[in-house]
């Protein structure tokens, strides 16, 4: 099956490397391209695509903000978005993040590495540079208190989806996760299910967001192990 992607970047250099190193990639095409926020909402609605590659500074609408149209509201399209930026600030991070997408990366990520992303993140899985993920570790280890909404969203999780949280918020795959805790992937994947649909989440990106604000990485953190 080919994934069909969209390009969504102010620069047209830059929409015209993306779309060359996809279109020559097997598996993957480029269904259309976008300069701005606007453009690529009407696009993503249109063509329906598998991926968004998302620029987050574009004129007029940025693409956070274009994010959270698309994945939100009455018509909510089931497209899976990864975030392409030159900046890693904390803001962008989180608000990338708390808008639906799966995926941040900075531009300068090697082209191998952003093929694999997409697929990653076509496959439901959240994807995070280390750089990024350790920035939002810190921050979050910072905030002072925890949203008691969001913590009481986790009051139904076993010990062990708990664990299995833990774990997918530090950004391991479920192989990682397996051996983390001793188990099969089988397993890991069952409890993955679980914690999709106790925490109405739809990717692992969600569950990221969902541990973070409830608390859980700097509550009970798994003992010798820090993200």
Do not use: W
């Not at 830059?14 to 300069?35: K, M, N, P, W």
């Not at 598998?50 to 693409?63: E, F, N, R, S, Y």
């Not at 909404?149 to 999780?157: G, P, S, V």
Request: aromatic share 4%.
């Amino acid at each position: 099956m080919t994934l069909r992607v969209v390009v969504c970047d102010d620069q047209v250099l830059v929409r015209a490397g993306f779309r060359v190193l996809i279109d020559t990639t097997e598996g993957l095409e480029v269904v259309g391209e976008a300069g701005n926020g606007a453009e690529a909402v009407e696009l993503i609605r249109r063509t329906r695509p598998d991926v968004a590659l998302m620029d987050i500074q574009m004129p007029g609408m940025d693409g956070i903000e274009a994010t959270r149209r698309v994945l939100g509201g009455e018509d909510p399209v089931p497209v899976r978005v990864l975030i392409l930026t030159t900046f890693d600030l904390d803001r962008y991070v989180f608000a990338a993040l708390q808008a639906g997408a799966s995926g941040f990366l900075l531009k300068d990520t090697p082209p191998t590495d952003l093929l694999t992303a997409i697929e990653v993140v076509a496959a439901g899985d959240a994807l995070l540079s280390p750089r990024v993920t350790r920035r939002l570790v810190a921050e979050f280890a910072k905030r002072p208190t925890v949203a008691v909404e969001a913590a009481e969203r986790l009051a139904d999780l076993t010990v062990r989806e708990r664990e299995v949280l833990v774990q997918v918020a530090r950004g391991l795959s479920n192989t990682e996760i397996a051996a983390e805790l001793y188990v099969t992937v089988a397993t890991v994947k069952a409890h993955m299910g679980k914690l999709l649909m106790k925490l109405a989440a739809r990717d692992r990106a969600q569950l990221v967001i969902a541990a973070y604000e409830a608390g859980l990485m700097t509550a009970s953190p798994s003992p010798g192990h820090t993200p």
